[in-house]
T-cell receptor
Framework: DAKTTQPTSMDCAEGRAANLPCNHS???????VYWYRQIHSQGPQYIIH???NNETNEMASLIITEDRKSSTLILPHATLRDTAVYYC????????????FGAGTRLAVHP | SQTIHQWPATLVQPVGSPLSLECTVE??????LYWYRQAAGRGLQLLFY??????ISSEVPQNLSASRPQDRQFILSSKKLLLSDSGFYLC????????????FGDGTRLSIL
């Protein structure tokens, strides 16, 4: 599975959009991009995933560049409860679907 | 809908004691099951995964073992705990050959004294 690079930490004001970038320049054609977040002392929570089209659900939007080498997770109106570590993971669809977690981005939402 | 349960939520054990953590999944059949560990201040590390009853694959050598006695039951064990076994243990389920995401339990926080 391709590796990902994320900033170590980011800040966001409450009510503003949080844009979390992820670089996956070695991604291959059949690999999906997944986003999870982990609030302190809880299990990771699935947010969204995509292959090449932009995706949106009730939690967030995922924007994948046309060359698929990077993506951005957008939380449109961040709240204090969105403070967490956000993980971007690239995974092949198929096989045993193991997840390899990196260090993620620590997002702090402040009033 | 599918749910995943882990217990206990917290556990304090002395060095050298045995361990048994249990994970069960409801609402799905023949899931893939996974055990992860997160040491304090670190990322998640995949320990074991299972694609069926009695089928266990280990990702890293360690003092732990896993078993899957039933389709939706996954157990993490140790005969003698080490201080380095402390951490946050997470169970997850998913499906093979699918782009659907894994879903995680609430975890067990294990402290070794």
């Amino acid at each position: 599975d391709a590796k990902t690079t994320q900033p170590t930490s980011m800040d966001c004001a409450e009510g503003r959009a949080a844009n979390l970038p992820c670089n996956h320049s070695t991604i291959s054609g059949n690999e999906y991009v997944y986003w999870y977040r982990q609030i302190h002392s809880q299990g990771p929570q699935y947010i969204i995933h995509g292959l090449k089209n932009n995706e949106t659900n009730e939690m967030a939007s995922l924007i994948i560049t046309e060359d698929r080498k990077s993506s951005t997770l957008i939380l449109p109106h961040a709240t204090l409860r969105d403070t967490a570590v956000y993980y971007c993971i690239v995974r092949v669809s198929g096989g045993y679907n193991k997840l390899i977690f990196g260090a993620g981005t620590r997002l702090a939402v402040h009033p | 809908s599918q749910t995943i349960h882990q217990w206990p939520a917290t556990l304090v054990q002395p060095v050298g004691s045995p361990l048994s953590l249990e994970c069960t999944v409801e609402g799905t059949s023949n899931p893939n099951l996974y055990w992860y560990r997160q040491a304090a201040g670190r990322g998640l590390q995949l320990l074991f995964y299972s694609v069926g009853i009695g089928q266990i694959s280990s990702e890293v050598p360690q003092n732990l073992s896993a078993s899957r006695p039933q389709d939706r039951q996954f157990i993490l064990s140790s005969k003698k705990l080490l201080l380095s076994d402390s951490g946050f243990y997470l169970c997850a389920w998913g499906q093979s050959y699918s782009n659907q995401p894994q879903h995680f339990g609430d975890g067990t926080r294990l402290s070794i004294l």
